[in-house]
């Protein structure tokens, strides 16, 4: 299944979760077996290709709370890699670095385990949207502060229109999907 096949199976929920918001919803995609094991390969075949050449390594694929679960765990499975969370402040156990931002509603914090990382490891991370770029943008500075260093951010979707990518500076962002 290609990218349009996916992109076909993503449905469209007008004012949700609230009035002037067109939330683009993957879980029809992942109720496809099929659909989600090609999406998983697109994406870890797209990592593989800037990310690990020249016999570069990804130590980790970083994957953020919630929706990012669902896919940087299989990523990083197919990489022989680490799977390291970015969860949400309070949900980590041990010393926690964190780092907060903007929502499109509203505020938020994300914590990172401090020892989940060494200095110089390469990183993905990886989420299912980018909107306005306040959530993949902490993480990247999240990671950061604990001495990675973001090879590339990959999102499943990506919404063009709200200027998200710009908000990575030179930080490398792949999307699969744009809407």
């Not at 090609?38 to 390594?57: F, H, N």
């Not at 990183?123 to 260093?149: F, N, R």
């Not at 998200?164 to 490398?172: E, F, I, S, V």
């Amino acid at each position: 299944m290609g990218i349009e096949e996916i992109k076909a199976l993503v449905s469209s929920h007008p004012d949700f979760p609230k009035p002037g918001i067109l939330f683009q919803d993957i879980f029809p995609v992942l109720r496809n077996p099929q659909a989600f094991e090609d999406l998983i390969s697109l994406l870890t075949a797209q990592i593989k290709e800037p990310c690990c050449k020249d016999g570069q390594k990804v130590n980790a694929v970083i994957g953020l709370d919630s929706r990012g679960f669902l896919f940087a765990p299989m990523i990083a499975v197919r990489l022989n890699t680490a799977f390291v969370p970015v969860r949400k402040v309070g949900k980590l156990p041990g010393a926690c670095e964190s780092q907060s931002y903007s929502l499109e509603y509203g505020n938020a914090t994300f914590e990172i385990q401090k020892d989940s990382l060494k200095s110089g490891d390469r990183v993905v991370v990886v989420d299912d949207l980018m909107a306005t770029g306040g959530t993949m943008t902490a993480a990247c500075s999240l990671v950061e502060k604990i001495g990675g260093v973001v090879a590339e951010a990959v999102v499943v979707i990506e919404l063009p229109a709200l200027n998200g990518r710009q908000k990575l500076g030179d930080r490398p962002l792949y999307s699969l999907l744009q809407y």
